[in-house]
């Protein structure tokens, strides 16, 4: 499995990281070498599967289960982490919820369901991860964003307003981190589908015809990227959000 070792010896924690552009997240710093820790909430069947898709490869890999929107929980991660792997350098915050709603229907119990675990669950997760990135000497945060953080979206103001508070926080920690050796970007994607996708996903997807590039990202995509990001090429590159979407928005 391992392509490369650029990432050799660090640990990589992925929030949301058994499936889909989270996993994919953590096979593609697995194969640069780095431990990885997957961080899932319910689907215990599904993080034991990750797990040995990777080990299966010749990759490190734990699962954890934890709420991000509890303190408690994240710490305990963390710690877990540790105690396995003896470090946590680099953070990857994944883990999200994109519902759609209408304005009129949206509860503020939704709404606090998606800022939760999209925005409260990346800020609790570096707090909880500090000390152990600085330590590290190749420290790093990537938060993963979203398009309808620039664009808007009128079905899904609750994501909207929680990934445009990704773009915020990344630069405010990457002021805090700076002098501390730690990197802190955002990556935005665009349409990213994956071959399991459902049909209600595909229905939401851009035409083909909006992407200069004629197709749709897919989570591998988003895992080269966030790889370089975290490797030893991006180490004076932090404070930005950067968009990954074959040129159906240009920044």
Known sequence: MIDGAELGGLTVLITGGTRRIGFAIAAECARAGANVVMNYVRDQERAGKSVSAIEARGGRALAVQADVRQPGQVEKMVKVAVERFGSVDVLVNSAALRPHSALSELSLAAW??????????????????????????????????????????????????????????TRALARHFGPLGVTVNCLTPGCILDDDDEAERRARASPTEAIPMGRPGSPQDVAGVVRALVGPGFRFYTGQNLHLNGGSFMA
């Not at 152990?132 to 000497?137: K, N």
């Not at 420290?139 to 915020?168: F, W, Y």
């Open 112 to 169: 606090h369901d998606v800022l939760g675990i999209i925005l409260d669950g990346a800020f609790i997760c570096a707090r909880a991860c500090a000390p152990h990135l600085v330590r590290s000497g190749r420290g790093a945060i990537v938060n993963i964003g979203g398009l309808v953080a620039e664009r808007g979206n009128a079905q899904a103001v609750h994501v909207s307003a929680a990934k445009s508070g990704l773009i915020g926080l």
